[in-house]
């Protein structure tokens, strides 16, 4: 793994006003009002990749401005994984192999067997770990703000649980903290002043964790981005606690071995 240097540091730092400038701007184009300079300079960085795209602009609902933000914004990623190397960016502990970091040519095997196509009654859709088409398809939703959606969901005390493992760059634990801590709703004061618990299984901690009402988020320990891969044993008990709605509770026999 390279080391960002202060040099580095200061000239991919320089992006980060463009990009947030250019993240406000998606979502919120008119065609009707004038556009500023830096907005038009947006759109015509956007036009010199349109091609190799193969995706529709459309200057009237926003994709113009979506789509500049994302390759501004996308410099700052790639900026740091050039100076990072082989890492890679799902689990900073390991080296990127293969076009997706990993091999799932296991995974992709089995999913696609006849019986497992004929009991998920998907026909003969082939599985791919990742589509072109589809994320293709769904790039002009990257930098769109989503979490705006969320509060109102939170309100009708519908839970909601954000986690992320500890080892993951490209969704990691500090933005997603961020984000979680910084949202505004009726119970964000409570939230933030909320304490963080050691989350236990089998008597030992897997990460930690903070909840107020429906909200919750935990931090997994010893995971990167695919955290039932790398802490399966975790990442059950959180989704069965979750479903439950005993997170922040343990077992009789874990709270004693925490207490001991």
């Keep these: ?3 960002i240097k202060k040099s580095d540091h200061d000239r991919i730092n320089k992006l980060v006003p463009i990009c947030e400038m250019a993240i406000k701007l998606c979502g919120n184009f008119a065609s009707e009002r004038a556009l500023s300079c830096l907005e038009h300079s947006l ?4 036009l010199f990749q ?3 795209l193969d995706i529709a602009v459309d200057s009237t609902d926003g994709t113009i401005s979506c789509m500049a933000s994302y390759f501004v914004c996308n410099n700052i990623f790639n900026g740091i994984m050039a100076l990072a190397g082989d890492t890679n960016y799902y689990d900073v502990r390991k080296k990127c192999e293969g076009s997706l970091c990993y091999d799932f040519s296991n995974m992709e095997s089995f999913l696609n067997k006849k019986s497992v196509r004929d009991a ?5 859709i082939d599985f791919v770990s ?4 589809v994320y293709q398809a769904m790039l002009v939703d990257w930098m769109r703000n989503l979490e705006v959606g969320i509060p109102v969901l939170l309100e009708d005390g519908i839970k909601l649980l954000v986690y992320a493992g500890e080892y993951d ?10 984000w979680v801590h910084a949202m505004e709703w009726s119970g964000q004061k409570e939230f933030v002043a909320s304490p963080e618990v050691p989350f236990i299984v089998d008597g030992a901690e897997a990460g930690v964790l903070k909840t107020h009402g429906a909200l919750g988020f935990l931090k997994v320990h010893d995971a990167g981005h695919m955290v039932p891969m790398d802490q399966p044993k975790a990442a059950l008990e959180m989704l069965k606690r979750w479903t ?7 077992s009789d026999s874990e709270k004693l071995v925490a207490e001991m």
């Excluded at 490209?170 to 933005?175: D, S």
């Design 120 to 124: 998920l009654g998907v026909g003969n």
């Design 130 to 133: 990742c589509s072109p088409t």
């Design 50 to 52: 349109t091609y190799s």
């Design 244 to 250: 439950k709605g005993t997170l922040s509770d343990a």
């Design 169 to 178: 760059l490209i969704c990691n634990w500090l933005g997603n903290s961020r």
């Design 1 to 3: 793994m390279g080391v």
């Design 43 to 46: 759109m015509l960085a956007l």
